[in-house]
């Protein structure tokens, strides 16, 4: 497929120097960006897209996910967490199967392909159903496989090993999905349960993927099971290593920061969702960026968020932050934007194939439109597509140099069986 991009009004390529161009031509053929040019190459391309009055910019990068929550939006809101998880999601989770979570993945696919995210990071069950679907949408992922003590509501804790095994094998090579190890916490994870995930990622050399000190009662129930706070354990365990993602790390010290920085350990912000569940620990994200730690942006599941638009993570990063430390400066508009798109894909490793727009690099490129009250006038496009843009602004999404969805069309999922089937299989769940 070859694709020109023209008369784009403002590219943001988020490459080294953060160089806007203006008025500019992108060509796409096959999967990479093979020119940019302030005039339209003269060669004839399938597909023309006239971005006149839009951005383009990189794909955005969702560093923390459990895509098919989607089915839970809204169920559970304004509770207390523990009581959510017993009362509402943990028995719904016990229910699942592999339709709810392939209707559940889908919405949460065509979500983000509405709303300009083209990668992701996951963490959740029945894996290999979300990466069937995850192929068909289109989207470059991430896929974690869960591993807790208890099991989870696809495998016994005996199985889970060697399904595991299984999974990485048969991915491994895969293009845009890549699986990973996913142990869920060191709450939900004993030693064994830690070293045999560390194990698995080092034979199949992937990535691991956890939740880190989301919580307060996280960090006493860890204390007090092994002595240690989780970041601790996770050092303790080999874990806290360049191949980590933790997600959150709401919880943690100065002194973490540093360790974590040492390690070469990445995190995974999630705003909404902290903010949501009320979580009241702030991430040290001024003091990470200050030690050069790798980190992106996450929604979390739509069941605590209630969305995966990360458009609304952006903004939501930088006000959290400005608004804790009493200082407007924290955060600028470029950084939040650099964790969205090329600190996001540091942290996943493919840093010199995705997260911004120069030749040579896979075209995983989003447009958007700028044509609404809320995005006029264009002082400072930065500014407008972390404060002011809307995940619906989203005019064009492409991954892998393919059009995903271009002016309200999507090529990949189909719009309404997909919105047909969540809310069925949603209704299915949490009937009683
Ligand atoms: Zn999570």
Redesign the pocket.
Known sequence: MSILIKNASIVLTQNSKREKLKNSCIYIEDNLISEISEKPVSTEVEYVIDARGMIVLPGLINL?T?VPMTLLRGYGDDMILEDWLNNRIWPVEAKLDKESISAGTKLGLLEMIRSGTTCFLD?YFFEDVIVEVTKEAGLRAFLGFSLLDFGTPEYRYEELFPACENFLKKWKNSDLIKPVVAPHATYTCSAETLQKSLDLAEKFDVLLHT?CSETRNEIYSVMEKTGLRPVDVLKKHGLLCERTIL?HCGWITKNEVSEISRAGAKVAHCPVSNMKLATGGFAPLPEMLKENVAVGLGT??AASNNTLDMFETMKFTALLHKHHRWDPCVLPAQTVLDLATISGARCLGIDDKIGSIEEGKTADIIIVNLRKPWLTPVHDPVSLLVYSARCSDVYATIVDGKILMLDNTFYTLDYNSTLREAQMQAYNLTKS
Do not use: T
Request: glycine share 14%; net charge negative.
């Open positions: 923390h459990h963490m939740h997600a979390d599941g």
